[in-house]
């Protein structure tokens, strides 16, 4: 295994990938996304709400998160390598501050509130990570926060919400919507809203983490991205087709909670309700307003993988690569070890998505297989 850091592969990169190109790739998708929903006015509507963000929101959250949130490291192995017949670069947003990815999204839409928006506290609602994301967040921006949370959650990301000061409201998922217990917060004592993927800013700042793998490791065959509501996946997308635009970009969620490959596959918003996965991060009911089409515009395909090939993956970054990483996290490098995605003779990012599971619990999954 080995942790690179390239700043002069980052200036290469930088140079040959100017702002002018950037545009003229997007437009270049644009068109045909346009192309090909003439005569849909529904496919039409979809495009315009997938122009509210773009890759200069995620370049400006960048720059927004540069020095508070953790540049994390690629991880790479020459017996992940060897045994896949590809080159992977492993992104290690399990290393990231709050544990995952989601601190990325969650600072970059809290530190564009106006003082008096912080004011009014910020309300949210997450299965963990998004919660921690939150409550790390809104300490370091002076504000509070309140999160609605299942009964379920795992007992390490409840403990660590609580560890940020943040309030938490437990719910019933088998009795009542996230969603409803934070709309009654809300007209309660008017915090601000931030939804864990379905928010522009979140999306754009969950964008930073693919931006530096490709900033980092240069130009991508393949991009393996987790997908639970889809802000990741959009917004690692929108990076990776500015910066690596011959990149095939496939988000990968969980056999058991499979509703954004149906929803990809038919062009219909398709649920799920409260799956039974083992990758809590993924239990979420369906795409958003803004994911859905943010994932038909700019991801190439879509992919699942069984419990049991989470499992496995887990195992192997743990025993070989010293990385803990929970199950969510390793959605994507499961579907190259499992050989759902085919990645022989590719260079292939992997975005390991975040680290927060508890110890005991993934020694019982481990003995599974």
């Known amino acids: 295994m080995g942790l690179q850091h390239r700043a002069t592969g980052v200036s290469r990169l930088r140079s040959r990938v100017t702002k002018a190109q950037t545009v003229q790739r997007r437009r270049a998708v644009q068109a045909e996304v346009r192309s090909a929903s003439v005569g849909s006015e529904g496919e039409d509507m979809e495009l ?16 927004r998160l540069k020095g508070v949130a953790h540049r994390t490291p690629v991880a790479t192995s020459r017996t992940l390598d060897d045994r896949l017949s590809a080159r992977l670069f492993l992104k ?10 989601k601190f990325r999204g969650a600072y970059n839409a809290i530190a564009k509130l106006t003082p008096a928006e912080r004011q009014r506290g910020i309300l949210s609602y997450s299965s963990g990570n998004h919660a921690q994301a939150i409550g790390l967040a809104s300490r370091l921006l002076g504000t509070s926060a309140t999160v609605v949370m299942p009964q379920n959650a795992p007992a390490a990301k409840r403990h660590a919400t609580e560890g940020y000061g943040t309030r938490i409201v437990a719910y019933d998922p088998a009795r009542e919507k996230r969603e409803d217990v934070a709309d009654r917060l809300r007209r309660e004592g008017d ?24 900033e980092e490791v240069g130009e991508l065959d393949l991009l393996l991205v987790c997908c639970g509501g889809g802000g990741l996946l959009s917004g690692s997308a929108l990076a990776a087709r500015a910066l690596s635009p011959r990149c095939r970009i496939v988000g990968v969620e969980p056999e058991l909670a499979d509703d954004a490959t149906r929803s990809f596959r038919t062009g219909v918003l398709q649920t799920v309700s409260n799956p039974e996965t083992i990758a809590d991060g993924a239990r979420t ?11 038909r515009q700019n991801v190439d395909d879509m992919a699942t993988v069984s419990d049991d090939d989470l499992v496995r993956a887990m195992r192997f970054v743990w025993e070989r690569m010293k990385l803990v990483v929970e199950p969510t996290g390793v959605l994507g490098l499961a579907a190259a070890l499992g050989g759902r995605v085919d990645v022989r003779g590719k260079r ?9 599971v508890d110890l005991a619990y993934a020694l019982e999954l481990f003995a599974r297989v």
Not at 48 to 63: Q, S
Not at 348 to 356: D, E, Q, R
């Open 92 to 101: 290690c947003e399990n290393l990231q501050r709050a544990g995952a990815f």
């Open 191 to 214: 915090p601000v809203m931030i939804p864990p993927y379905d928010h522009a800013d979140v999306i754009a700042g969950q964008g930073t983490a693919a931006k530096e793998l490709v």
């Open 285 to 295: 009911p369906s795409l958003g307003t803004l994911t859905f089409p943010l994932v």
């Open 348 to 356: 292939v990012g992997v975005i390991l998505s975040g680290g927060n």
């Open 48 to 63: 315009e709400t997938a122009r509210r963000v773009g890759f200069e929101d995620v370049e400006a959250a960048a720059v």
